[in-house]
């Protein structure tokens, strides 16, 4: 459980991302998804969709400085900010679906949160498991349903009451169904696949401090999703997301229960 949200939420959609939301949500589930894979000092790995390159950095703390982290991601902004928190780190503007490396480059692929934002995750999938050596490891964490993220769900809601009906599934819940999941991974040519539910809780100071959070730093496609909500509907939309966060409000703050899958899997031999 974390709680860093306070101070004022300025500087660019990057920065609010790396003060804010990676310690009090993404963070917890970066070190459990590295403790999982369990990476090797010395050897080379690629995180996939690195936005400010949390992952990326939990990865050359285990690795050390006698192998290879390298970060991916198509946000401009989050490798300029990526950039500078460190520069033993090789940080790329690509696409996960042609990546710029060569086959058999990395021991150990990671990719938190990114996969169900790509146009064609079997396509991502497949350039993973091309530029990892024979039997190197692959590490996904992906949301579960919404409704087991209840403070993600209540934006969807009030995104379907305020904008339309098909906003509440908001995309990072799009890829929530392990079978799904498990399928992919192995129609991309991965074997020795485990896909593992994972529960965690993350604390915020109030409902609406969520809710502001998630508006100015997450992801492009969530942050222009909840754009849509019309000036003079943003008071009583936000009241909406409180009312029903209401029942997650203790006495330490607003403790909200959060659930992805975890998978591993192996390149072909």
Not at 59 to 88: F, H, Q
Not at 91 to 106: I, K, N, S
Not at 133 to 154: K, T
Request: net charge negative; with cysteine; charged share 20%.
């Amino acid at each position: 459980m974390n709680s860093t949200d306070e101070g004022p939420l300025t500087g660019s959609p990057a920065e609010i991302y790396e003060r804010h939301l990676v310690p009090a949500m993404f963070g917890p589930w970066t070190d459990a998804l590295v403790d999982l894979m369990q990476p090797v000092p010395g050897t080379a790995a690629l995180d996939v969709g690195c936005g400010t390159g949390a992952m990326a950095r939990r990865l050359l703390e285990r690795i050390g400085p006698n192998g290879r982290v390298v970060g991916l991601d198509y946000d401009v902004g989050m490798i300029e900010m990526a950039r500078t928190l460190s520069a033993d780190i090789e940080w790329h503007v690509a696409d996960a679906q042609d990546m710029p490396f060569g086959d058999g480059e990395f021991d150990l692929v990671a990719c938190h949160q990114g996969l169900q934002f790509l146009p064609d995750r079997a396509a991502g999938l497949r350039e993973m498991c091309r530029v990892l050596r024979p039997a190197g490891q692959l590490g996904l964490a992906v949301w579960r349903s919404a409704d087991l993220c209840p403070g993600q769900f209540a934006l969807g809601q009030a995104l379907g009451k305020w904008v339309s009906p098909e906003m509440a599934i908001l995309p990072p819940f799009s890829l929530s169904d392990a079978n799904v999941l498990r399928e992919l991974v192995q129609g991309a040519g991965f074997e020795d696949i485990s896909v593992e539910a994972v529960k965690k809780t993350s604390l915020f100071s109030t409902a609406n401090r969520f809710a502001e959070m998630v508006v100015a730093g997450a992801s492009a496609k969530t942050r222009n999703a909840l754009a849509l909500v019309a000036d003079d509907d943003r008071i009583a939309f936000m009241q909406d997301v409180e009312e029903m966060l209401v029942p997650y409000v203790t006495e330490l703050g607003l403790e909200l229960p959060m659930e992805v899958h975890f998978v591993l899997a192996r390149s072909p031999k």
